[in-house]
């Protein structure tokens, strides 16, 4: 007995699906299998291909397809709103079969720092013995084993099975990034998020939401969560009332929390000092007052730290033990991951925003002994508004900026370099353009003094090069220390030993 199309649009017990031959759901009609229910998503591009995915995933073994529009086809059902119900659905299901204690979820939005924050946290809960996944841009698991992940947040379906995979296998938290792409299209309804945190908002993926404001309101979605218990904000963002009013707005009432480093807050930074080991700071909270030490580089880390704090306070944690773990913290491959060479520091970053550029290249200023490079690109197929916007902050904060590839994607490299120049005035800037990323990082490597850091900016962790759609291995890490090693190598065999 099959179950039926008014069994699934009704019924709010999965156990009752179970009765019939219902296997699940599936997105991908490749992988269907028999008792399983195919949902077809709309190819915009390619409305043609939906209907021939669902009719594979027919003949495959699934029992029904459910789509957004009508495909004419047998045992299908039309459901318009199926991206916000399909992650409820999934997770339904997934209790069903497997009963376990759920993870509680904690997720973190904004355009720069939700990697490093979401990271942080995991590495807390860990540090303080509880098993927490971390899901993310940099890799989904439970730490330190990581799995690349396709997607910053995963579709709705195997966001859902990760997160009950995960509960499972004994984690008691997950600690994700919540991504404007993926709060949009609905990738996170089902997650019973109890906390969220806002660190920040600039100008990104406009190519997707149009407009500032669009942004901005994707991401305020996270704040709408009606399971939310906290909201952890960065009032120092400009666009935090956006966040705030979202969450004040919630029917749940969550608890506001809000951070600063430079005005009142329920969590406020002061006496913040700068090394080339990390830094020091002060936080001051409604009970009392605690020396902080972070080892890693950057004012914006500082927040990062400071949020991560907050958040994992919040889950049920003592602040004091949390703060005296701090000295450990890594952070997340790729944000602002330093390789030393004798006097030299090069930073690898996935800073690939005009803000985040330049939140970098600020805060290495306070360190930087002698120049301070920029080594950056643009990507292809995104954003061309924000190209000289890029070339203008390596400028300004930099005293010597390198052009360079990042992904070019599908897109002509010499667009790129024309739009990172256009109305860029140049006179008395110290910049090279070296379009291909391996000859430029060895240039930069050869070049750097004593005193000077170099910042490989705009691909962080990821280890491929993308070009003509085609993606190529490529790490940033590993090309600085190849070139510091065969820079090392040529100098130990003109000077070979006595």
């Known amino acids: 007995m099959s179950i039926t199309f008014k069994d699934l649009y009704t019924t709010e017990d999965a156990a009752e699906w179970m009765q019939h031959s219902f296997q699940g759901f599936s997105l991908d009609s490749r992988k269907v299998s028999t008792g399983q229910i195919f949902i077809a998503l709309n190819s915009f591009s390619e409305p043609e291909k939906t209907v021939q995915y669902a009719q594979k995933a027919l003949e495959n073994g699934a029992i029904s397809v459910i789509s957004e529009v009508d495909l004419n086809l047998e045992n299908n059902l039309v459901v318009p709103n199926v991206r916000q119900l399909m992650g409820h659905w999934q997770k339904q299901y997934l209790r069903a079969v497997q009963p376990t204690t759920a993870a509680k979820i904690i997720a973190v939005t904004g355009t720069n720092g939700k990697t490093t924050i979401s990271r942080l946290i995991a590495e807390l809960l860990m540090l303080s013995d509880v098993k927490c996944a971390v899901m993310g841009t940099t890799g989904n698991g439970i730490l330190p084993h990581l799995e690349v992940s ?11 099975n990760a997160i009950h995979h995960y509960a499972l296998n004994g984690a008691k938290f997950v600690s994700l990034e919540a991504s404007s ?37 994707a991401k305020a979605l996270l704040f709408k969560f009606s399971s939310l218990k906290v909201a952890i904000i960065n009032i120092d963002d400009e666009h935090a009332s956006i966040m705030l009013n979202a969450a004040k707005e919630n029917k749940a009432k969550p608890r506001l929390i809000t951070y600063s480093t430079r005005q009142n807050a329920d969590y406020q930074v002061n006496d913040i000092e700068y090394s080339l080991a990390g830094a020091t700071f002060t936080l ?35 602040l004091k033990a949390l703060i005296s773990v701090v000295h450990k913290l890594e952070g997340a491959p790729g944000r602002m991951q330093v390789i030393r060479d004798e006097q030299r520091l090069f930073i690898v970053d996935y800073a690939h925003t005009p803000d985040a550029l330049i939140q970098v290249l600020q805060t290495l200023k306070r360190h930087v002994l002698k120049d301070l490079w920029a080594v950056f690109g ?23 900026a390198l052009i360079t590839s990042d992904n070019p994607r599908t897109e002509n490299p010499e667009q790129i370099f024309a739009d990172m120049k256009a109305g ?30 170099v910042v490989i900016a705009g691909k962080g962790h990821e280890n491929y090069q993308e070009i ?28 070979p030993a006595q």
């Open 150 to 160: 396709s997607h910053t947040t995963l579709d709705a379906l195997n966001l859902q």
């Open 181 to 217: 792409h993926g709060l949009e299209q609905g990738r996170l309804k089902g997650c019973d998020i109890e906390i969220a945190v806002y660190s920040n908002l600039s100008r990104d993926h406009l190519d997707y939401h149009g407009t500032l404001e669009a942004y901005a309101a």
């Open 284 to 318: 001051v909270t409604a009970h009392g007052e605690f020396k902080v030490k972070s080892p890693l580089l950057g004012h914006f880390n500082v927040e990062n730290i400071v949020a991560s704090l907050i958040a994992a306070e919040q889950a049920g944690f003592d």
């Open 378 to 400: 643009c990507g292809g197929d995104r954003d061309r508004g924000k190209r000289p916007l890029m070339t203008q902050a390596a400028l300004d904060y930099a005293d010597i």
């Open 424 to 453: 860029i005035d140049f006179s008395g800037h110290n910049k090279y353009e070296i379009p291909d990323r391996r000859e430029a990082i060895k240039f930069a490597v050869k070049n750097a003094q004593d005193g000077d850091i």
């Open 468 to 495: 003509d759609g085609v993606r190529h291995w490529f790490d940033d890490v590993v090309e600085v220390q190849s070139a510091i090693n065969a820079m090392h190598s040529s100098i130990d065999s003109a000077y």
